[in-house]
Every structure is written in C-alpha cells, then in structure tokens.
C-alpha cells in the first residue's frame, strides 16, 4: 500500500507531535502566529472536546517559556510563587475548572493582575468564551471578558485526513485510500479519537500480522466504538 502524502502545513509542537494547519483552526493558529502582539493581556481558545485547544495551547506554552497553572497551584500557592520570574501562564478548561472550584476566583484575579503587572500574557482555553462563564467575582469577569478569544472548530475531512495519516506513518503503518474513506464517516471527530484509533490498529495489526485493511479498520472500530458498518463503495 502507498503511504499518501500530508498537504496540510505542520507546526513542531515541541516533542507532543505536529499541530496540522486547517480551515478548522486555522484562525487561532493565526492568533498564537501573533503573539506577543496581541491585544490586551491574553487570549481565550474556545472550541468543542477535541478541536485541540489544549495541543495549540501547549505549542504556545514552549514558545511564550510560560507557566502551566494547576487548580492546586492556584489554590495552595501565591501568584508570584506560581509564576516565579516567568511573565506568561496558561490554563487548560478555564471554564470548566472555575465552575468546580469558584474559591479559585480570587487566585485567579491576583495571577492575571501579576502577569498585567510584569506585561505578560495568558492563555486560557475552554469551550466558550469569558462572558459565557459562571464567574460571580465581578473583577475578575470584568477583565476576563476584554481578552481576544479564538475559536477552533472540530476537525473537518481535510485535517482528520491528515491527522490520521500522519498518526499511522508515526507507528510505521500506512493507512491507503480506502481506508481513509471508511473511516472518516464512521470515527468521533476528534483529534483523541484519531490517536486512539491509530493505538488500537497499531495492536490488532501486530496481533494478527496484517496490514491496515478496511476489513482489519472494521474490528478496530468495533473495539473501540463507532459505526463498524462496512460501505459498499
């Protein structure tokens, strides 16, 4: 089987694999291109599970030398502690860990006024932005709402495609023509589904001493969930 070529450009993402450029983030790529131009003092990368927020955030992590903050940290720790001598911080599902811990509100505020204070930058990412979150502290929603937000939408064909040829070429396997047409309809359109669909093959292939066949992508997706339905093409 031929390995098909990517046409998609790729971004180093700093030992965690290539972030693939498409119509789907291509405009939050754009924002992270930016930085440390950007307007205000961060960004808000907004998009459903699996839209890869979380990977663009970390590519930007390497780049800005910034602080990964932890709901521990900020609950157990002063700000300047958190930071050190650094002046960027992200925060993964901003608004998902603000609604299981309110009491994190206050930290919150002192960090963002902190990296204001040195003119840094932080990063946030969730599902939807600022003025949609369940932040009673009205200073911190004050500033949270001026940040520029970005929005990644789900992986569309083009980049499912290369994402799962890229995660097939990284375990030496290739994934044909046919392949790719069985699966894109079929799979959950993320990018963890992709990589778990890659593992999965990866095993069942070595299991069975096969190559990566629509027959063999079948069962995989039996195992790990999805419409195993072969079409008749």
């Known amino acids: 089987m031929r390995q098909l070529a990517l046409d998609l450009p790729h971004r180093p993402a700093l030992g965690r694999g290539d972030f693939l450029v498409a119509p789907s983030n291509a405009v939050a790529v754009e924002w992270i291109d930016r930085w440390p131009a950007w307007p205000g003092r961060g960004l808000v990368l907004t998009g459903p599970a699996g839209a890869g927020k979380s990977h663009l955030a970390a590519v930007w992590r390497a780049l800005g030398e910034a602080v990964a903050l932890t709901p521990a940290a900020l609950a157990e720790r002063e700000p300047p502690a958190i930071l050190g001598q650094a002046t960027a911080a992200v925060l993964d599902d901003a608004d998902r860990v603000l609604a299981r811990s309110p009491a994190l509100e206050r930290p919150l505020l002192h960090l963002y006024n902190l990296i204001a204070e040195r003119g840094g930058t932080l990063l946030l990412t969730a599902q939807e932005g600022p003025a949609r979150w369940a932040v009673a502290l009205p200073d ?47 799979m959950e359109r993320s990018y963890a589904a992709a990589r778990r669909l890659a593992a999965a093959a990866d095993r069942t292939a070595l299991a069975r001493r096969k190559d990566i066949t629509v027959p063999l992508l079948s069962s995989v997706l039996q195992e790990i969930g999805g419409d195993a339905a072969v079409a008749e093409d």
Do not use: M, N, Y
Not at 147 to 155: E, I, Y
Not at 161 to 166: C, E, I, S, T
Not at 168 to 175: E, N, V
């Open 140 to 186: 911190l929603r004050s500033r949270l709402v001026t940040l520029q937000t970005a929005a990644l939408g789900a992986p569309d064909d083009t980049l499912l495609r290369a994402l799962l040829v890229k995660l097939f070429a990284d375990r030496q396997l290739t994934i044909d023509e046919a392949g790719l047409r069985f699966l894109l309809p079929r």
